[in-house]
Structure formats: C-alpha cells, structure tokens
C-alpha cells in the first residue's frame, strides 16, 4: 500500500504523521512532501515524535512534485492549504482525503507552552492516523 501525507512545509504535520504511518505498520510505502517544502523538518517536532518513541530525524522535506506522477493508494492532506492547492496527479490515486491539523509551528509563547502545542498536535494526529489505520487501511490489505 503506497500512501502521501501532503503538507505546506512537510516540516511538522506531514512529517509526524508519516513517522506513525511507518511506526504502525513498517511494510506501509508512505511518504511525506509538501506543497512549498521548508529547508528542514522542524526541531520541536523531531524531539516530540522521540518522545512517542518514533525517530523522525532523518526526514527531509520534499517538493510534492517529485510524485505527481506516481500511484497512491492514499493521498492525505494535513493543513488547509495543502487542502486547497493539492495538484492533479497524472498517477491514479484510488482515496484522497483531508485530515486537518492547526500547525504547531505557529505557536506562540514560552518554550514551555511551545513545545505542549506540539504534543498537543502530535497526540492528535496519533490519534485520527490511528483510527485510519485500524479501520481503513487494514481492512484495505495494508497489513
């Protein structure tokens, strides 16, 4: 089963949910891009997903076009703009869906408060890619 979480910066959202992909099921194909990659996958996400148990340090944003003629089984947005300028793929992709999150990477505050807003986000995105996956995607053959 091949999968694209799609983001804006592929640097938080799209990265944490392509980490728990990976983390329930290592045979899934999931990738992770963005529609304007971010040069880097951010710090806070890095040591929050570590955190979860799941190492995400080796993840590099990628431009959404290096796929755009590939097959998905899934294509999953996480933020409302990827949402919203989400390409054509010249691929089939069989389930295009929208999950959406708030971008952690927005948050304002002390470092303290910073760094619950991404676990806040992490949680939730553990949570609904969760019930995804147990629901959906097993039952699609993506054990």
């Given at each position: ?5 799609l983001c804006t910066g592929n640097s ?132």
């Open positions: 089963m091949k999968i694209l979480v938080c959202r799209s990265q944490m949910a392509e980490g728990f992909l990976k983390h329930f099921n290592p045979e899934l194909e999931v990738v992770s891009a963005g529609t304007e990659p971010s040069s880097e996958v951010h710090p806070k996400a890095v040591q929050v997903m570590a955190e979860a148990g799941i190492d995400i340090r080796g993840g590099k944003p990628k431009n959404v076009s290096q796929f755009i003629n590939d097959s998905f089984d899934y294509v999953i947005t996480v933020c409302d703009d990827a949402n919203e300028t989400c390409p054509v793929f010249l691929g089939e992709v069989k389930r295009r869906l929208h999950i959406g999150f708030e971008d952690p990477a927005k948050a304002e505050g002390t470092e303290d408060e910073i760094y619950s807003e991404f676990r806040r986000i992490r949680d939730e995105i553990h949570e609904r890619f969760s019930e995804l996956y147990h629901e959906e995607i097993l039952s699609e053959g993506g054990a």
